[in-house]
């Protein structure tokens, strides 16, 4: 006698699977984004236009970074 193995039911939530971990690169690379061009619109502004902001040089990083969490 030959036993039969369903496999239909793991493999569908393969595409859910497939579907949930495009979706979380996608916005984790958009967060990258946002904070790739926060980063480097911030250094090129010059030491006075910081201080006008409020921010110094050693602030950029963290400021970008909360730019990119926003950014959902």
Do not use: C
């Amino acid at each position: 006698m030959s036993k039969q193995i369903a496999l239909t039911a793991p493999m569908a939530h393969e595409p859910a699977l497939l579907r949930t971990l495009v979706d979380r690169f996608s916005a984790r690379r958009a967060r990258n984004k946002v904070y790739r061009e926060t980063l480097a619109e911030l250094r090129a502004l010059s030491d006075r236009d910081l201080r006008d902001l409020g921010m110094s040089r050693a602030s950029i990083h963290s400021v970008a970074w909360e730019a990119a969490a926003g950014a959902r």
